[in-house]
């Protein structure tokens, strides 16, 4: 009868085990995340001074139904031609922000989110240099700037600790010299850290 019962045990294991998922977007769950990506379009060789970049890192916390709260800074640089050379203009920002999970799967491996965001940074052109290689000189002044930001980002699980983002996000900036909105596209990792 022993021996009846361990291999009913054993064979029930088998029957019944299927894959263990871990938990995925519980409340208060942490992710440390780096993105990057281009600025106001796509790149290419015969647009090369008018490239733009942006990288960013961000602490994401999980709240009630896999939304999310996010916090953290990001340096964006974007040229503007100017005759044969290309003039920089760096904004350095911090962020706060909600975003609200509207699509995922069941097992919460692609999430959809929509956010909107505060931001509120500084503005150099041409890193505070006013004079230019031919001897003009640049109106734009260095500055603070204040505004938000609206952002799309796909999520997908790559294991349970590591997280691919695609993020499409339009920044509304006041106080700039250099235009209010600017578009970028980009991708980054998030590292579940609890």
């Known amino acids: 009868m022993k021996r009846l019962t361990i291999i009913l045990t054993i064979v029930l294991c088998f029957a019944f085990s299927g894959g263990a998922y871990a938990q995925r977007c519980l ?50 640089n974007r040229y503007y031609p100017y005759k044969k050379d290309r003039i920089p203009v760096s904004q350095f920002t911090v962020e706060g922000g909600y975003y609200l999970k509207f699509l995922s799967d069941h097992n919460k491996v692609v999430l959809f989110s929509l956010g909107g965001s505060a931001l509120a940074g500084y503005e150099t052109s041409n890193w505070g240099e006013k004079t230019l290689f031919d001897g003009s000189t640049l109106r734009n002044s260095d500055r603070f700037i204040y505004g ?31 235009g209010h909105f600017h578009t970028q596209f980009g991708l980054g990792l998030k590292f579940i850290i609890n």
């Open 27 to 76: 409340p208060g769950m942490k992710g440390i995340q780096v993105t990057g990506g281009m600025v106001d379009g796509f790149h290419s060789s015969d647009k090369k001074n008018e490239l733009g970049y942006y990288f960013g890192a961000a602490m994401a916390t999980y709240t009630r139904n896999a939304n999310k709260w996010v916090f953290g800074t990001e340096y964006l």
């Open 148 to 178: 938000g930001a609206i952002t799309l980002e796909m999520e997908t699980y790559l294991t349970d600790h590591v997280v691919l983002l695609l993020t499409a996000r339009e920044r509304v900036l006041f106080g700039t010299t250099t």
